[in-house]
């Protein structure tokens, strides 16, 4: 994985010292909550409903055993002994207090971490497939692309004050795992000719207007990737909206130009920015590249998994994914106890998952956009020792892709932006549906909770999505039916009238009747959604 | 009723204007009545207390509480982490909040 040089030290040791001053200043009383907010959020430091929220960058989900410990230590040190794994693939605590934060910027500054740009209108962490490097399915490890637009829209003097937030992703396989076309731009490495090059989809979101991005571009050589990113960029710094939070988003630009005009404008522009020479010598990406060199893994190691044990039989089914070498296994460890907080882990969890990844996956974690965390390269062999290990730390939970498996913001409980608690309503669907064989027999159900029109829970983009508003002051839950974040991406569709937090749990369980009664062959909830309609659903939900 | 809260400059914490200073408690929270601005103004000017907000509260017997079921929940705590919340001991210290 990446390795910090002396150019990355000095930004990050200036930037903490930066931030370590104007903490002082305020505290002292120098500068005004009005001064200082701007301040304190590009650097992650949040306000929120109990104390601040300091939101900590994992640049593409990707963390060694060391920056893992890391992460825990704060947990234990600052916080109080949780972290938060969240939708962008970071992590954030909710404790931090402020005259600690330039202590833990210094902590996170020691293993190559910080806060910088989790926050802001500016281009936030870049994410991607958590499975990177190791899935079966990829042309190319798309990494090292992401780490590239890391360092290229790290403190973009252009792009540091845009008219909105601004996300991107980068996968490399057709199979999308980190719900590319929902971003602001989504990157997907493809091949042409024998030539991978970077088909380019700008202007997908979720929030209060969710959009699937158009493609913009089929194939761009990778030669000229981040050229095509900065004209992509300036067309929208120079119209995107700045008189309307609502309505600052690329997407609402693209939407409203229409996406051909876009592209003309992005196309004119790039002849221009192509001539700035902004795209790296072709050594500078080898240097980055070699970083991300597969590991050391035995091609001879053995492929038959010893399944005697019928608990462990049950995990590797659904929490094991194939590997692109033989005698290997990608290890996805649920966040999603039954009745526990999605994303949340102790800070003995951390450790715990740091150790395993030290022992036996070539000390490689990966942070998912659905809150779980991966260990993208261990040997079948160790698989039960890593079982045990996580099954006693109550990490070992069988459910990936299933309905347990909740995406859930973290919603009124903690969130300023909320309007209604989403983890209350994932634990209680989580507890209905505990039964791993009922689980098992719906298959692949996406369950998103969001908090708020926000939608930092996803819900657009759930099989079964649930949408939290305020109604004359109680909560009340919006159910949405059909949306997508993978490679079929769909956005979701509101069934009708909202629930109560026990209603919208009835709601769910006749909705899951319906399909069960419904479905064809082979058809996930989705499919069946896709085939049949809302029609059937509503009538089940609302007789 | 009107309640005075904000959060806390160096904690973060939730703070609640008792009259006379901030405390973290809810039953110590004053009712500030007609004279809420004058209060924040000066409270925001000591810049002790990160952006100071009035609300609107009820007095009952075990003391004023937010209307609102967000400064309800800022009030006690995240309702699924009781011990986390002020009371951690007190399993019926969230009764009030939902």
């Known amino acids: 994985m990446y390795k910090y040089d002396e150019y990355d030290h000095a930004m990050v040791a200036a930037r903490v010292a930066e931030f370590s001053d104007q903490v002082k200043r305020r505290l002292a009383g120098e500068i005004t909550e009005d001064q200082f907010k701007p301040l304190r959020l590009m650097n992650g430091l949040y306000l929120q409903l109990h104390a601040y929220m300091l939101r900590v960058a994992v640049p593409y989900g990707t963390l060694d055993s060391r920056q893992m410990r890391m992460l825990a230590h704060i947990a234990r040190k600052y916080d109080r002994d949780y972290g938060h794994f969240t939708t962008r693939q970071n992590i954030q605590y909710n404790w931090i207090k402020l005259e600690d934060a330039p202590a833990i910027l210094e902590d996170l500054a020691s293993v190559e971490m910080h806060a910088i740009q989790t926050s802001g209108n500016c281009i936030r962490n870049i994410s991607s497939d958590q499975w990177a490097g190791a899935a079966a399915d990829e042309i190319t490890d798309p990494r090292p692309w992401a780490e590239l637009l890391r360092q290229w829209s790290s403190f973009h003097p252009e792009f540091s004050y845009l008219p909105r937030k601004f996300k991107i992703a980068v996968i490399a396989a057709d199979e999308d795992r980190a719900a590319m076309r929902l971003h602001d731009i989504g990157i997907q490495i493809v ?3 024998g030539q991978h090059g970077a088909a380019f989809y700008v202007g997908g979101g979720m929030g209060r207007t969710p959009m699937i991005a158009p493609l913009i571009k089929d194939f761009v050589p990778l030669d000229d990737m981040l050229s095509y990113a900065e004209a992509c960029l300036r067309v929208y710094n120079r119209y995107g909206r700045r008189d309307n939070i609502y ?39 080898d240097r980055i590249a070699a970083q991300f060199a597969p590991p050391p893994l035995d091609a001879s190691a053995p492929d038959e998994i010893d399944r005697s044990d019928p608990d462990f039989a049950v995990w590797v089914d659904q929490n094991v994914a194939a590997h692109k070498l033989p005698g290997h296994a990608i290890v996805n460890i649920s ?32 942070v998912t956009h659905a809150q779980n965390i991966v260990l993208p390269h261990v040997r079948k062999a160790d698989l039960y020792a890593i079982w045990q290990a996580l099954d006693a730390a109550g990490l070992a939970t069988p459910n990936l892709d299933l309905i347990s498996d909740i995406i859930a913001c973290p919603g ?17 669907i989580a507890t209905r549906f505990s039964d791993l064989g009922r689980q098992k027999e719906l298959g692949e159900l996406k369950l998103k909770i969001s908090g708020c029109i926000n939608a930092c829970g996803h819900h657009h983009a759930g ?24 490679e079929d991406v769909s956005l979701g569709t509101i069934t009708g009238p909202g629930f109560d937090e026990d209603g919208v749990v009835d709601a769910i369980e006749r909705v899951t009747d319906k399909y069960l009664a419904e479905r064809a062959e082979g058809e996930r909830f989705v499919d069946t959604y896709r085939r049949i309609g809302m029609a059937p659903f509503k009538e089940a939900i609302y007789g | 009723m009107k309640l005075l ?4 400059l160096k904690t973060g914490f939730v703070t609640w204007w008792t009259g ?22 000066v409270e925001e000017a000591a810049r002790r207390v990160n952006a100071p907000y009035i609300i609107a509260g ?18 006690l705590g995240p309702t699924v982490r009781p011990d986390l919340t002020l009371k951690p001991a007190d399993p019926a210290a969230g009764d009030w909040v939902i």
């Not at chain 1, 907080?341 to 022992?359: F, N, R, T, V, Y």
């Not at chain 1, 009124?412 to 209680?428: E, G, M």
């Not at chain 2, 809260?5 to 806390?8: L, P, R």
């Open chain 1, 191 to 193: 091949e042409k000719d």
């Open chain 1, 247 to 285: 309505k600052a988003r690329i997407k609402i630009l693209i939407h409203e130009l229409g996406a051909d005009e876009y592209r003309r404008q992005v196309e004119e522009e790039f002849v221009h920015v192509k001539s700035l020479g902004i795209d790296p010598p072709k050594a500078e990406f």
């Open chain 1, 335 to 366: 966040l999603k106890p039954v009745g526990g907080i999605p994303g949340d882990a102790s800070s003995a969890q951390i450790d715990l998952m740091a150790d395993l990844a030290e022992k036996y996956g070539h000390d490689e974690l990966r």
């Open chain 1, 412 to 428: 009124l409980d903690y969130c300023s932006l909320a309007n209604a608690r989403s983890i209350p309503v994932a634990q209680k």
């Open chain 1, 463 to 486: 099989h079964i999505g649930i949408l939290g508003v305020d109604r004359k002051g109680t909560e009340n839950y919006q159910l949405l039916l059909g949306g997508s974040g993978a």
């Open chain 2, 5 to 8: 809260t904000g959060n806390d």
């Open chain 2, 20 to 41: 006379a200073d901030w405390s973290l408690h809810i039953e110590d929270a004053a009712d500030v009545g007609e004279h809420g601005e004058a209060v924040l103004a």
């Open chain 2, 58 to 75: 009820e007095a009952t017997a075990d003391g004023p509480r937010p209307a609102h079921i967000k400064d309800r929940i800022r009030a």
